[in-house]
Each structure stands twice: as C-alpha cells, then as structure tokens.
C-alpha cells in the first residue's frame, strides 16, 4: 500500500495525522466531517473549560502552578479564559441585571458629588471585569515587583494574574451576580455589594500565591500582597496628580473656555 502525501508539508502520512506537521490526514469534506468538526469543537471546548473552572475553585494557585509546569494538555487557556469570563460577567452585569443603571441612579442622587464622579463610580462599578482584563499587563508588572525573587518571569505573571482574574469572576458570576439579580431593587445594597467585592481580591491573592508558592510561609504571602497593594496605591495617586497637573496645564492653555470643561468636574 503506497502511503499518502500531507497536503500541508509533503511527508508520507502512515496514520491519521501527520508524524512532522501534525495536519490531520486528508478526508473529503462532507456531512460526516462536518458533524465531526462540531462535535470535537465542543467536547474539546466543554471539557478543557469545565475542568479548569473545577480546578481554578479547588486550588487557584496550584492549577497555575501545574499549568505553568507544563502540565497544560487539559487546561482552557488561561489567558483565553479571562477573556471569556470577562465577557460572560459583562453580559450578566449590563444586560441582565442592568448594573450600570443602577449605579447611574443611586449615584446621582449623593450630594456634594459631580456629574464626572458619577459617570466614574457608575462605569467602574459596572465593567469592573474588563477594567481589571485589560489592566493584567500592568498588574503583572505589580506582582513581578512584589515577588521579585521568587523566580518566575513578567509573562509567567501575566498567567498568574489571569488565573486570578478567572477565580474573581468566578465568584462573581456563580455568588454575586445572583445575589444582585433577586435584590434589584435595592439600589443600595447592589452598590455596597458591588464595591465590597473589590475587597475580596486581596483574600483571592493570599490564596492564590499560598498554593502556587507551598514552599512560602502565609506570613510571607500575606506581606507581599500587601506590598502589592501598597505599590497599586503608590500608582493610583501618582496618576491622580498627574491628571492634576495636567488638568492645570489644560486650563492655562484653554483660558476661560476651560471654565466650561471643568463644569463637568464640580460637585452638584
């Protein structure tokens, strides 16, 4: 029997997939091949995304411990899964519940607060999930800091952070949203829920890098996720004076014009 050729690289195919390039071999598509495709797509999908949503709960730190190993042949992409997850909290938050007018509405009613504060707490209240998504680059410059000498590169971090993100939304999606739904309208206790949830993320932290770093004792974990929090903090005020500054830069350049702008920022 005279082997097949791989239509990607040309080698001799004597299974179903190719010993060099890996293509599977060549089949006519068809009904069969379709149905096949879509069957493997979503066992693959279900079964790689289930079974790192059960293990991120068991023991977060471990998972990303095992992942990046080495251990991955069953493992959702963890990058891949924030992004999924992220989505998924978003679609529950501002289609579902209806968080963002929510906050709208019991933050517009606060007084001594202005028109930009509100539309501030109201947006991050709502898609907390894609502010902390797109800010894993810049956490991860933050946990490297912090855990310096603990051997493990910037992009290993941004895994780390990944898989940390992934067990916030998990909380959120499976605890807090439900919670929020049934109590819709009680507008101050979604806000407070809301805003306490953010405190939660240290204790995600402390857990997370206990079972990632065994060899670490909780003291030592507990410190520099402290240390973390203490550069983020550093960070944030260092931003605020510079939108400061260049708030004052922009008001000198713009003359009384800026006088209108700034409406915007005044308390009510």
């Known amino acids: 029997m005279v082997n097949e050729s791989c239509f990607n690289c040309g080698n001799p195919v004597n299974n179903n997939y190719c010993g060099f390039c890996g293509q599977k071999k060549y089949t006519r598509i068809d009904k069969k091949y379709i149905l096949s495709e879509l069957e493997n797509t979503i066992l693959q999908t279900n079964k790689g995304f289930l079974f790192s949503i059960k293990k991120i709960v068991i023991n977060p730190g471990?998972?990303?411990?095992?992942?990046?190993?080495?251990?991955?042949?069953?493992?959702?992409?963890?990058?891949?899964?924030?992004?999924?997850?992220?989505?998924?909290?978003?679609?529950?938050?501002?289609?579902?519940?209806?968080?963002?007018?929510i906050t709208e509405e019991f933050y517009s009613k606060q007084q001594m607060i202005s028109e930009f504060m509100i539309?501030?707490?109201?947006?991050?209240?709502?898609?907390?999930?894609?502010?902390?998504?797109?800010?894993?680059?810049?956490?991860?410059?933050?946990?490297?800091?912090?855990?310096?000498?603990?051997?493990?590169?910037?992009?290993?971090?941004?895994?780390?952070?990944?898989?940390?993100?992934?067990?916030?939304?998990?909380?959120?999606?499976?605890?807090?949203?439900?919670?929020?739904?049934?109590?819709?309208?009680?507008?101050?206790?979604?806000?407070?829920l809301s805003s306490l949830s953010i405190l939660t993320v240290p204790l995600i932290m402390i857990w997370f890098f206990k079972g990632y770093y065994l060899e670490k004792s909780l003291k030592s974990i507990v410190g520099r996720v402290l240390l973390m929090i203490l550069i983020i903090i550093i960070g944030f005020l260092f931003l605020m004076i510079a939108s400061i500054i260049l708030g004052f830069i922009f008001a000198m350049i713009m003359g009384p014009e800026a006088l209108d702008a700034l409406e915007y920022y005044k308390p009510k």
């Open 62 to 101: 471990g998972t990303a411990r095992k992942f990046i190993g080495g251990s991955r042949i069953n493992h959702y992409k963890p990058i891949l899964l924030a992004f999924l997850l992220s989505g998924i909290s978003a679609f529950i938050s501002f289609k579902i519940i209806g968080l963002k007018e």
């Open 119 to 192: 539309d501030y707490l109201s947006f991050t209240s709502s898609y907390n999930s894609i502010i902390f998504l797109s800010l894993i680059p810049f956490l991860a410059i933050v946990t490297k800091i912090a855990l310096r000498k603990w051997g493990d590169n910037y992009y290993e971090h941004i895994v780390m952070n990944a898989y940390i993100l992934s067990l916030y939304l998990i909380i959120n999606i499976v605890i807090l949203y439900p919670l929020m739904y049934f109590l819709k309208g009680n507008a101050d206790f979604i806000v407070q």
